[in-house]
């Protein structure tokens, strides 16, 4: 199936009251925040949106509400993965009930897929659910210890898996990333999803990228991309430099909680995370916001909508230091 996002899609976080209980007459915020900022989609329900932390309920609900809640132009994609296969296959048809423009799945990080033609078998079964819906497989071998080669997993779900659209390539083999866009000349969608490696996947040919921190620094990410595509790498870099110095904040305070603070900064709260994470005390709340300033983070980060301007990002061949 062929199937292309282009741009970035952030991946959002779902939103939690201080009991930990879901919050979702946030989501259409969320939505208008990110088609405010030109962001393409939505990859709900994965790691950034605690997915692993959520009842198969609950995460029904969290899809029902970004399908209910999206903007025009703004594509939601359905993460469904799961430990058990019956769980994933019932969000896939929940999913493809209520109209989602993709799904995707990680591969179980308990029991493990041995290889690549179990990994593969594990897809179908889930894919088969939803054959209208465009499949992508989530590959993050630093969270599932699923190790099994992309270009693999490609060659053998192509003729197994009639609605495979693609990757979501969250790992730092980029040798990988690489052979994975060339594989059968180009043929399948290879998302992008290391968000301070994102310049380095421009250069490999990637097209779209998935990450959290799109959520509220998609303007920088878009000046990556802009002056990529006009040639202007030393601009691009530039700007790729910042992402990481702001990334690298976010990771010293522990980047889930930190990331829910940063949407709080943006002017939209996002709550707390759910156990086994920690959320973040207000004194290291005041101590972040006073790092990401530091580096630029209120001249970057997303607007929300109705919110006066703060920041206007550069023009191609402009380079912030």
């Not at 990080?109 to 989530?138: M, N, Q, S």
């Not at 009639?162 to 690489?178: C, I, Q, R, S, W």
């Not at 006073?290 to 206007?312: I, K, Q, Y």
């Amino acid at each position: 199936m062929t199937y292309r996002l282009s741009g970035i899609v952030a991946a959002p976080f779902t939103p939690f009251g201080d009991d930990g209980e879901l919050r979702l007459e946030i989501v259409p915020r969320q939505a208008a925040l990110l088609a405010h900022n030109l962001v393409r989609g939505a990859f709900i329900c994965g790691t950034t949106g605690e997915g692993a932390s959520l009842s198969t309920a609950e995460r029904k609900q969290v899809a029902t509400a970004w399908l209910a809640g999206r903007q025009e132009g703004l594509a939601v994609i359905v993460h469904v993965g799961n430990n058990s296969l019956a769980e994933s296959i019932d969000l896939t048809r929940h999913a493809a009930a209520g109209g989602a423009d993709a799904i995707a799945t990680i591969a179980p990080g308990f029991f493990k897929p041995a290889d690549a033609t179990a990994l593969v078998d594990w897809c179908a079964r889930i894919a088969e659910a939803a054959p209208t819906l465009p499949f992508y497989y989530y590959h993050m071998p630093s969270m599932t210890g699923c190790t099994a080669s992309v270009v693999e997993f490609l060659k053998l779900a192509g003729p197994r898996i009639p609605n495979l659209a693609g990757v979501k390539f969250t790992h730092e083999n980029l040798v990988e990333y690489a052979q994975a866009t060339e594989f059968d000349g180009g043929r399948y969608d290879l998302l992008f999803g290391r968000d301070e490696l994102l310049l380095a996947g421009l250069a490999l040919g990637a097209q779209g990228a998935v990450g959290s921190t799109y959520n509220y620094l998609a303007p920088l990410y878009h000046a990556i991309i802009a002056e990529f595509a006009a040639g202007n790498l030393a601009a691009a870099r530039a700007h790729q430099i910042r992402a990481m110095r702001l990334i690298d904040c976010l990771l010293r305070y522990g980047v889930m909680a930190a990331g829910k603070a940063a949407m709080k900064f943006c002017g939209l709260d996002c709550g707390t995370v759910r156990p086994p994470l920690s959320s973040i005390t207000t004194a290291r709340e005041a101590s972040l916001r006073r790092d990401l300033e530091a580096e630029g983070f209120l001249e970057w980060c997303s607007r929300v909508p109705g919110a006066p301007a703060r920041n206007t990002p550069p023009t191609v061949g402009e380079v912030r230091s």
